[in-house]
């Protein structure tokens, strides 16, 4: 069994700092003045900056909801009391977002009855495909928690939770608001509801991250993999939640901020995190599918792109063809190729609308051309679209596989099982990656 590095950032955590952190940091979401706030989103606000914010504010604000439905098996799956009494305080915090964010709403904003429900009715239409992803999956490791209170599936639920949506997601949105909000001085009272709100998250985080360090140094080579196929599984979604579902990227330019900043912001998030943990070099590289050499800023203009052209998000428009973009397609199927497949083999995907590339195995890693190999060890064909469609979890394979839409032929061994290609995270304990395992193979 390997051992994994201590963390310096968790270990100076402790379970009976962070309650006793709550205790000191309360606030009340029902005594924010909202009065100014009503002036500046009539008066001082432009259409642009109202229709934006009342966007992103939305996303945030059902983001709110939903982490205070799903977090009470969390609370009985916890292994020690300490851990118990943290995650209860953390629930109350998330009814008091959503309450400060049903108040904004109704009183500055004027939507909904003042009821959480109306609230949450009221702006529901603003939510994203990403969006609504990330939190059905939340929601579905939630329920499998309730039943299973391993500590396997308590490590995939805390990464879910607070590591991915706390920590990657909502944090440096948040912040990117707060900034906004700093810079022009609008909205006084949702500023000062932020950032408690901040402060609450900060240890929600926190928590997170010594939870998983701690199951992680336990034992690194079953909980590694755990937490990194999490990540991976979620990778889709995450990238996708702040993207409007037409497509408009400029959507946040009115308030200073864009996309791709946030994207940058998430990984580089994301990165400190895994860090924090104490996550090996290995693995952290393997959690995230791009190329960890480059900038967090480049891996942001990489991301929008693959949004922009149809490869990664909701597909509400046609995917590119543009070989700049199928140059970048290419490279990102590379990384969902495990490395440490034996030497010689190759992997080929066929698409039939731009033509086939193969990835093969040399001593000195992997390596990919265009064209088709003469004997690929494992072939996948289908259209482009159909591919990026079952990528992001928009199509089935196995109907598409009936309708003779998509083939998966070769060695079958190395499509799943101990030997996969498409996986392990650790050579002791192998996974499958989510792209293939959504193959139905
Ligand atoms: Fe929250
Ligand atoms: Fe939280």
């Given at each position: 069994?390997?051992?994994?590095?201590?963390?310096?950032?968790?270990?100076?955590?402790?379970?009976?700092?962070?309650?006793?952190?709550?205790?000191?940091?309360?606030?009340?979401?029902?005594?924010?003045?909202?009065?100014?706030?009503?002036?500046?989103?009539?008066?001082?606000?432009?259409?642009?900056?109202?229709?934006?914010?009342?966007?992103?504010?939305s996303l945030f604000f059902h983001g709110e909801d939903e982490v205070a439905d799903d977090l009470s098996p969390y609370v009985t799956a916890a292994?020690?009391?300490?851990?118990?009494?943290?995650l209860?305080?953390q629930q109350?915090d998330e009814a008091?977002h959503s309450?400060?964010?049903?108040?904004?709403?109704?009183?500055?904003?004027?939507?909904?009855?003042?009821?959480?429900?109306?609230?949450l009715?009221?702006?529901k239409?603003?939510l994203t495909w990403g969006h609504k992803k990330t939190f059905e999956n939340l929601a579905k490791v939630a329920d499998e928690l309730r039943h299973d209170r391993?500590?396997q599936k308590y490590a995939e639920a805390i990464t879910n939770y607070m590591i991915i949506v706390e920590g990657t997601m909502a944090q440096?949105g948040q912040?990117?608001?707060?900034?906004?909000?700093?810079?022009?001085?609008?909205?006084?009272?949702?500023?000062?509801?932020?950032?408690?709100?901040?402060?609450?998250e900060?240890?929600h985080i926190?928590f997170g991250?010594?939870t998983v360090?701690?199951?992680?140094?336990?034992?690194?080579?079953?909980?590694?993999?755990i937490i990194?196929d999490a990540i991976r599984k979620s990778g889709t979604f995450l990238v996708s939640f702040a993207?409007?579902?037409?497509?408009?990227?400029?959507?946040?330019?009115?308030?200073?901020?864009?996309?791709?900043?946030?994207?940058?912001?998430s990984?580089?998030?994301l990165?400190?995190r895994?860090?924090?943990?104490?996550?090996?070099?290995?693995?952290?590289?393997?959690?995230?599918?791009?190329?960890?050499?480059?900038?967090?800023?480049?891996?942001?203009?990489?991301?929008?792109?693959?949004?922009?052209?149809?490869?990664?998000?909701?597909?509400?428009?046609?995917?590119?063809?543009?070989?700049?973009?199928?140059?970048?397609?290419?490279?990102?199927?590379?990384?969902?190729?495990?490395?440490?497949?034996?030497?010689?083999?190759?992997?080929?995907?066929?698409?039939?609308?731009?033509?086939?590339?193969?990835?093969?195995?040399?001593?000195?890693?992997?390596?990919?051309?265009?064209?088709?190999?003469?004997?690929?060890?494992?072939?996948?064909?289908?259209?482009?679209?159909?591919?990026?469609?079952?990528?992001?979890e928009?199509?089935?394979?196995?109907?598409?596989?009936?309708?003779?839409?998509?083939?998966?032929?070769?060695?079958?061994?190395?499509?799943?099982?101990?030997?996969?290609?498409?996986?392990?995270?650790?050579?002791?304990?192998?996974?499958?990656?989510p792209?293939?395992?959504?193959?139905?193979?």
């Open positions: 069994m390997s051992t994994a590095a201590k963390s310096h950032a968790t270990q100076s955590i402790s379970y009976a700092d962070l309650y006793a952190r709550w205790e000191r940091g309360h606030w009340l979401a029902n005594e924010i003045d909202f009065t100014q706030d009503r002036i500046d989103w009539r008066e001082r606000l432009t259409d642009e900056q109202r229709h934006a914010a009342l966007w992103f504010m292994p020690t009391e300490e851990q118990t009494y943290f209860t305080t109350v008091r309450v400060f964010f049903t108040r904004f709403m109704h009183e500055v904003v004027g939507l909904g009855d003042g009821t959480v429900g109306s609230g009715e009221a702006t239409l603003h391993s500590k440096p912040h990117l608001i707060e900034s906004w909000l700093e810079r022009t001085g609008l909205l006084p009272g949702f500023f000062e509801g932020l950032k408690h709100v901040a402060n609450d900060q240890r926190a991250m010594k360090a701690d199951l992680y140094q336990e034992d690194p080579d079953e909980i590694g993999p990194v993207y409007p579902d037409d497509g408009d990227s400029t959507y946040l330019d009115s308030l200073g901020i864009s996309l791709t900043d946030l994207y940058a912001d990984m580089r998030a990165m400190s895994l860090r924090g943990i104490g996550l090996s070099d290995e693995l952290r590289a393997k959690a995230l599918t791009l190329d960890t050499s480059i900038s967090f800023e480049e891996q942001g203009v990489r991301v929008m792109r693959l949004l922009d052209a149809g490869y990664l998000g909701p597909g509400f428009r046609p995917t590119s063809k543009d070989p700049e973009d199928l140059e970048l397609l290419w490279e990102m199927l590379s990384y969902i190729i495990n490395a440490n497949a034996k030497v010689g083999t190759v992997v080929q995907f066929e698409f039939s609308d731009v033509g086939a590339h193969h990835y093969s195995q040399t001593p000195d890693g992997l390596v990919y051309s265009a064209g088709a190999h003469p004997s690929p060890s494992v072939s996948i064909k289908s259209s482009l679209d159909d591919f990026v469609a079952i990528v992001n928009r199509s089935n394979p196995v109907k598409l596989m009936l309708q003779r839409k998509f083939w998966v032929s070769g060695d079958r061994g190395l499509v799943v099982g101990q030997r996969s290609v498409f996986g392990p995270a650790t050579e002791a304990a192998p996974r499958r990656i792209v293939l395992s959504r193959f139905g193979l």
